[in-house]
Structures are given as structure tokens and as C-alpha cells.
């Protein structure tokens, strides 16, 4: 029931890219993104619902593909201070009230 | 940012003895959540309440007990502390509604001898 996302980890230079994918094998209610920091809790940057909508935050965007129970985060033209730990967390289709958090995604973004 | 702590921060305990974790939160949330963080597990929920009294297991939720008597105040007891006990407990809070966003608190290291 644990979302998956990939990849693990992930260094960029100040400026790159990246993409990071949450799936489920269960129906989605939908998708929530938090990033943590070394040493601090998570924070949330964005949810997604069910319809594919796409929300943005930044620098930092996300969609949802409902049918294939899938979400991804996109991180553009990354700063430094975009380094830390990326988690999804899954709320089940039935509206549980819950999250299930993926292992995360470790970014680092060197100068 | 929502007025959300822990206590203790940092807590030290010897196997067998139980322990008591706090959470306090001034944003009148109506739901409130337990999650540990282990190195490659990422954050996994103990238990959750969804209105005073009202509560429910999560998904590691075996060693754990918890207790809502007001809206602010979340306890997590671990009822006889094991090493696999060993983490670090978040708290969250958060309101249903557009964003459901959780807010954190920053959490408790809490060590098993």
C-alpha cells in the first residue's frame, strides 16, 4: 500500500532539473508533496486531487495521471535551498483521512 | 506557520519502561496524527484522531496507544518501550478542507536501551 517513488536520490547542479514519480497500486483520493530538511520536520509544498489537476508552487510543479495512479513532481531550474528529502503521501480513494508517505527521494543541489 | 510542539525533543529510555510523548497544538485542528521516521522507511503513521476522543490505528500502530482529551492535546504511549521503538516521532496536525494541508512539529528522538 506504500506508494513508490523513484528515483532514490538524486544531485543536480545549481539550475538542473528534475522529476520525481509517486505510483500506487490502489485507487488515489489524491496525492500530497511535503519536503524535509536535514534535521527539521517535512513541510508541505502542494496536493493534487483526483482529476489530474496541476498545481504549482514556485518553482515547483506537480500532476496527477489518475489512470495510472501516478503523480509527479517537477522541480525547475533547482536552487540550493531545494535540497532535502521529497516524500508523496497517497490519501486512498475512499477518502481514509489518511496519508501513506513513500520512502522519499533524497535531492541534492550543489553550486 | 501553525503552533504545533513536542515534548520532550529528546528522550532517552531503558527497555521495558513506558513513555509518554506530547503534542500541543494552538490552531484548534480538528485532526491530529503519530508518525515515526526510520532510515528507509520513511514516515509511517502509528495512530490518528479525528476529533476529541475519537481515534484510530494507523499503519505500525502494534506497541502504541494514544489519548485525545482536548482538541489541543495529542499523547502517544509507548505502553513497555522496545529497541524497535527507536525513531524519531512526529506529530501533525491539520484541518479537512481545500488543502488538508498536515503541519508538522519538530519532532522527538526518542532511544531505546
Known amino acids: 500500500q506504500q506508494p513508490v517513488q523513484s528515483p532514490q536520490a538524486v544531485i543536480l547542479r545549481e539550475g538542473e532539473d528534475a522529476v520525481i514519480n509517486c505510483s500506487s497500486s490502489?485507487?488515489?483520493?489524491?496525492v500530497h508533496w511535503y519536503r524535509q530538511k536535514h534535521g527539521e520536520a517535512p513541510v508541505f509544498l502542494m496536493i493534487l486531487l483526483k482529476g489530474g489537476e496541476q498545481k504549482g508552487h514556485e518553482k515547483i510543479s506537480a500532476s496527477f495521471n489518475e489512470k495510472k495512479q501516478q503523480s509527479s513532481l517537477y522541480l525547475t531550474a533547482s536552487q540550493l535551498s531545494y535540497s532535502g528529502t521529497y516524500f508523496c503521501g497517497t490519501e486512498m480513494e475512499n477518502g481514509s483521512e489518511k496519508l501513506v508517505f513513500g520512502k522519499g527521494m533524497k535531492l541534492t543541489v550543489n553550486p | 506557520d501553525a503552533g504545533i510542539t513536542q515534548s520532550p525533543r529528546h528522550k532517552v529510555t531503558e527497555t521495558g519502561t513506558p513513555v509518554t510523548l506530547r503534542c500541543h497544538q494552538t490552531e484548534n485542528h480538528r485532526y491530529m496524527y503519530w508518525y515515526r521516521q526510520d532510515p528507509g522507511h520513511g514516515l509511517r503513521l502509528i495512530h490518528y484522531s479525528y476529533g476529541v476522543k475519537d481515534t484510530d490505528k494507523g499503519e505500525v500502530s502494534d506497541g502504541y496507544s494514544v489519548s485525545r482529551s482536548k482538541t489541543e492535546d495529542f499523547l502517544l504511549t509507548l505502553e513497555s518501550a522496545t529497541s524497535s521503538q527507536t525513531s524519531v516521532y512526529f506529530c501533525?496536525?491539520?484541518?479537512?478542507?481545500?488543502?488538508?494541508?498536515?503541519?508538522f512539529g519538530p519532532g522527538t528522538r526518542l532511544t531505546v536501551l
Open positions: 501533525a496536525s491539520g484541518r479537512r478542507g481545500l488543502n488538508n494541508e498536515q503541519f
Open positions: 490502489k485507487a488515489l483520493y489524491s
